[in-house]
């Protein structure tokens, strides 16, 4: 019933939109829904800690430790998200950019996004998962290509083409577990049952678990965004808007990625944990690889946030091969951070191409002395970003590296190292272009405006403050997360 | 039905599937790919319906009318209708169509050698004809990306469908119900919304072929 409950919430939200049509006050209405979304994830996720996991509808959802997390990630993310959502369309209104049917619509799709988040990490069944990331898919769809320019068609034709491809070889690689779980002795009921499938992995044949778990990791790596799928990508992020880029970068490939997770356990009681790895350590490394590479040259910054997600999801992947408790509690803990702070990057990145016009990085200039509230949370945002302390990704990106030491993946853990520098010394090389330096005219933006107008207001601020001083504070203070994180670790790594 | 018919009619009704997408690979125009996939539709529910008569399953039965009607009819109707006003035919695919067929018959031996353990591991008859399935795979992979024209594509995302599908028929004797149901919705609106894309795309750009669409790039 809570569970339930909790998918219904962003249900009820875009039925609001859908009837009161997009106006501030029903879009705030919708925002504070989300807001009770993110108190029910936490409710849920201490419940789930003290008295155990959370079954609903008829056993078709379940709560262990890690969708009670994953429920939090996501409330999170999308409360940030729709709050800024509604600056954004208003913005959009205003200048003529959008019809307010056009904006209902948003509205509607972002709620029903966030709704299939909830159910696939809410799945008690590999079945319903599968649904729910497809469902994901194709609601965004359209969000990516909302501004219907010619750039933003493509982006969202390439979207859904890649990762309509990779969702078939993921349900291909289900159906392949499903098959070895039957081969097992699990009735046929409930061999796509979550914990069915671990209980009987052990008893599983090897071949058909290989393959089938090759491609699920290759098929939900698509949505991850793991090389050597992730062309999508960067057209998809950088051509979405602001809000909807926050949403997918801060939180629909870690979706995805619990999906890898769900399966890796599987994988490890069946095979042993020698190919999971593997394969986990080569997509991370290629990821990796593509991310930093292709972040020196980059021009625009929105591409630039989004290859940095790439590189990120490379960690993770790398976290989640190493696979003993530490290294998934740190992979959360990443989770969490990564999601947090990429999603105010990409709410502040929406912010500043309004006022600046361009997404070109050597469009934008001295934004500190400019705009000193955004160029500071865009600059603040980065420093997080690259994994300086005190926010939490220093903390998960130290346990990870340590976890991966531990394992004997220190060569994999110092290749990766390797490629964080490049990575921290071309973030902060475009950061520092895009933030320091003297405005040619003191006040004036390029559009000839003084800036005055285009002052960020307090509702617009705060929550991409809050979003980062939640980063800082769960980097600086773990405990009121560590049970949750150990408990969900112990999911994944039992 | 004597074991012997079964499994003649069984093979014959996967064969079909397989032929449907090397004939896929081969036609350039696309109301006859559109017919092609509307008839890969039927052999697939075919398929279906003898598995679940074989085994007395009622869901599956229930799930090869799902399958017809989505597959054979609803969906084929759809791309029609993208296609519609236009008799588009592919005139520049990437890969031309004798080397096309070159390919396919390497990429059936590809199949046939990567499905060993799969084909050991099903206990009924079937199974033999996984390999079929996986071959059809891969033919839908390569039509996806030979090919220029939106419609085209989504042709060779809807094989790469049937063919995890048919697939999904033969080890498990399909997925349960409720999990079929929710999957052909899915793919259903995944199909609705590549023909609302590919329709806005012709009215903002005119008939494209997708190489142009190469203004994101790094």
Known sequence: MVLVALLLVPVIGGAVIGLGRWRPVVAWTAVGLNGVGLAGAVALAVRVVSSGPVDGAGGLLRADPLSAFMTVVIGAVALLSSWVGVRWNTEELARGRTTAGRATGYGILVQAFIATMLLAVLAANVGILWVGVEATTIVTTFLVGHRRTRGALEASWKYIMICSVGIALAFLGTVLVYLAAVHAGVPGGHALDWRALVAAAPRMDHGVVRLGFALIVLGYGTKVGLAPSHSWLPDAHSQAPAPVSALMSGVLLTVAFTAILRFKTVADAALGPAFPRALLVTM??????????????????KRMLAYSSIEHMGLLALGAAAGIPLAIAAVLLHILGHGLT???????????????????????????????ALGGIFGVGLLALVGLPPFSLFTSELLMARAEFQVGLGWAAALAVGAMVVVFVAVAGHGRRMLLGVPDNPGAGPDGSTGEGTRLPVSATAPLVGGLVACAAIGVLAWPLAPLLRAAARVVSP | MRAGSYDSVLALAVGAVLVCAVAALWLSSVRGVVRVL??????????????GLHVHDTALVATAGVVVGLKAVVIPTLLRRVA????????????????????AAALSLLAFSTTRDVVR?????????????????LLGFFVLVARRKPVFQMVGLLLVD???????????????FLIELGVSLDVLLGVVVLMVLASRLRADYGEVDLDALQELRD
């Open chain 2, 84 to 103: 519609g006003e236009t008799h588009s035919r592919e005139t520049r695919p990437l890969v031309n169509v004798p080397a096309s067929l070159v390919a």
């Open chain 1, 342 to 372: 990429k999603s105010v990057l990409f709410l502040s990145s929406g912010e500043i191409l309004a006022v600046e016009g361009t997404s070109e990085i050597a469009g934008v200039r001295a934004l500190l002395a400019r705009r000193p």
């Open chain 2, 38 to 51: 509307a008839a890969q539709g039927l052999a697939l529910g075919l398929v279906a319906l003898l598995l």
């Open chain 2, 121 to 137: 591991l099903v206990p009924t008859g079937a199974g033999k004809l996984v390999p079929v399935g996986f071959a059809t795979l």
């Open chain 1, 284 to 301: 991370a490394l290629l990821s990796l690889a593509v991310a930093s590479s292709l972040l020196i040259t980059q021009r625009d910054y």
């Open chain 2, 162 to 176: 049937n063919a995890v599908a048919l697939i999904a028929f033969l080890i498990t004797a399909g997925v349960p």
